[in-house]
């Protein structure tokens, strides 16, 4: 059962930044693509970014230039750096992974509970 666990969400104003991390456990010692999705209020939850096992980033055209997703692979763990923030960056950002993912498709597959981001203006 993989668990992932979400932090470093918070309020932040408008142009600022903030740097979520979602760390796996329970899962196979193989690295596989990660990355995060996000949900504001009345909207439908967004694909925001992934990583593949080898590194490889992919965004969102929403995101793309503001945000940077990384991993550390010994930690089990997957960094999104935000920069430049906007108010509607604000949302719930779930961690979740796609362990058949190895390019640019990515469907998350398993889930954490998610992280609240608020960008005030």
């Known amino acids: 059962q993989v668990q992932l666990v979400e932090s470093g969400g918070g309020l932040v104003q408008s142009g600022g930044s903030l740097r979520l991390s979602c760390t796996a456990s329970?899962?196979?010692?193989?690295?596989?693509?990660m990355g995060w999705y996000r949900q504001a209020p009345g909207k439908k939850r967004e694909y925001v970014a992934h990583?593949?096992?080898?590194?490889?980033?992919y965004y969102a055209v929403s995101v793309k230039g503001r945000c940077t997703i990384s991993r550390n692979n010994i930690e089990k763990t997957i960094f999104l750096q935000m920069d430049k923030m906007k108010p509607e960056d604000s949302g719930v950002y779930y961690c979740?992974?796609?362990?058949?993912?190895?390019?640019?498709?990515?469907?998350?597959?398993?889930w954490g509970r998610g992280t609240q981001v608020t960008v005030s203006s």
């Open positions: 979740t992974t796609d362990p058949q993912s190895h390019g640019i498709l990515y469907i998350g597959e398993h």
């Open positions: 329970g899962s196979t010692s193989d690295p596989v693509a």
């Open positions: 990583i593949t096992p080898d590194g490889e980033p």
